[in-house]
Every structure is written in structure tokens, then in C-alpha cells.
């Protein structure tokens, strides 16, 4: 089963604005990822946050974390065509430090 | 730095066959993953190696799939036989530790079961 849930499903954007996914998940985690797959393509880590962190930065890109409400989200700025792609969240969780994907929300950014 | 290398990249075959998967991870890195990816959705882990020892295959469909990373580096997945819903993309993942952080994809096997 998957732990987490992007939302929205899709977003179209124009480029130069700012693009921002949510993600949910179900139980308690030690860390959260976030990866990136182009279309026909494998999946790329972007970046990963732990479960004591809040928020963090990597380039154009913001994580935030609030375990409280089993939450996160990844903002892109400024994003640019290339950024089309479909973004997942993975939850890292449990003794057996299992990964679970979401299910992505599809990025689309307009020339 | 090589990535993760699978092949073959496009499988087509009718139910009831089988076929074999293969996957090459980046050099030095110990554990290993096959993930399932169905159209539309974000990939489910099949199997999970450190080394060549499973650490993870409780989603892995015994009855038809079985998986074996020989001497701990290449490491092929066998359906055995196919089944319409079979049909996906079959991700081969790779890391360095064993914690399931930081994984490194391959580009993927197309499989479609006719």
C-alpha cells in the first residue's frame, strides 16, 4: 500500500512561478525524500529531510516538514520548462526503515 | 560515475510467458532494489538486497516472481508466468547504505503483457 499522498494530482505553471506540492503520509517517519521523474526516465533524489528538521533548502527548492500534522511539502522558484516532470515523496519509517512511495503530482511548466 | 544500468529497455510478450530482467548498480554501492511502477502511480518495492542477502521481499508475488543478486553486484527479476496485470514499469534502484537513503534509479524495463 502506499503511505503517501501528493496533492494536487497535476499543477500547470507558467515559467518563472513558483510551483508547490503536498505531500501526506500516514505514520510516523524517520525521514522524508523527495525525487523527481522525467517522463520514460528513472526517478532522481532531490532532497531529503529528517524527521527533527522543519524546513530545509537545496537550490530553487524548499522542503518543509510538520510531522505534527504528517505533512510536507516541496516548493520549486522560479521554475523553469525543464522542471516538467513528476515529483514523489517517499517516507522513510518503521524499524525495518521501509520506503513508500506516493503517488506524484504531475508538474507541468509552460514556456 | 556510471548510473544504474537495466536492460532490456522495452519487453513486450503474451500472458503465460516468461521473462527476465537484468540490473547492474552503481559500483560499491550495497544495497539493492526492484520497484514495480504501474502507469499512473509511484513505484512499490518488490525486493530489497544488501549484498546478496534479501532484506525486504514481502510485496514480492512468490508464486511468479523470484529475484537473485549473484556475488552481491548484478542482479536479475523473473516473472514466471505473466499476467495482464504484470504490465509496468520495473525499476531497478541502487544506494550506497543500507538506511534506504539517497537511492539511484535506472531508467527502467517497459513491460507489456498482451
Known amino acids: 500500500s502506499q503511505q503517501g499522498e501528493e496533492d494536487p494530482q497535476a499543477l500547470s505553471i507558467q515559467e518563472g512561478e513558483n510551483a508547490t506540492m503536498n505531500c501526506s503520509y500516514k505514520?510516523?517517519?524517520?525521514?522524508l525524500q523527495w525525487y523527481r521523474q522525467n517522463s520514460g526516465r528513472g526517478l532522481v533524489h532531490l532532497i531529503l529531510?529528517?524527521?527533527?528538521?522543519r524546513e530545509k533548502h537545496s537550490g530553487r527548492l524548499r522542503v518543509t516538514l510538520d510531522t505534527s500534522k504528517k505533512s510536507s511539502s516541496l516548493l520549486i522558484t522560479a521554475s523553469r520548462a525543464a522542471d516538467t516532470a513528476s515529483y514523489f515523496c517517499?517516507?522513510?519509517?518503521?524499524?525495518?526503515?521501509?520506503?513508500?512511495f506516493g503517488s506524484g503530482t504531475q508538474l507541468t511548466v509552460l514556456p | 560515475e556510471a548510473g544504474v544500468a537495466q536492460s532490456p529497455r522495452y519487453k513486450i510478450i503474451e500472458k503465460r510467458q516468461s521473462v527476465a530482467f537484468w540490473c547492474n548498480p552503481i559500483?560499491?554501492?550495497?544495497?539493492l532494489y526492484w520497484y514495480q511502477q504501474i502507469l499512473g502511480q509511484g513505484p512499490k518495492l518488490l525486493i530489497q538486497?544488501?549484498?546478496?542477502?534479501?532484506?525486504?521481499d514481502s510485496q514480492l508475488p512468490k508464486d511468479r516472481f523470484s529475484a537473485e543478486r549473484l556475488k552481491g553486484v548484478d542482479s536479475t527479476l523473473k516473472i514466471q508466468p505473466a499476467k495482464l496485470e504484470d504490465s509496468a514499469v520495473y525499476l531497478c534502484?541502487?544506494?550506497?547504505?543500507?538506511?534506504?537513503?539517497?537511492?539511484?534509479f535506472g531508467s527502467g524495463t517497459q513491460l507489456s503483457v498482451l
Open positions: 534502484a541502487s544506494s550506497l547504505s543500507s538506511f534506504n537513503e539517497k537511492l539511484f
Open positions: 505514520t510516523s517517519i524517520n525521514n
Open positions: 529531510i529528517r524527521s527533527n528538521e
Open positions: 517517499a517516507s522513510l519509517s518503521g524499524s525495518a526503515r521501509q520506503l513508500t
Open positions: 559500483s560499491g554501492h550495497a544495497t
Open positions: 538486497f544488501q549484498n546478496n542477502g534479501v532484506v525486504d
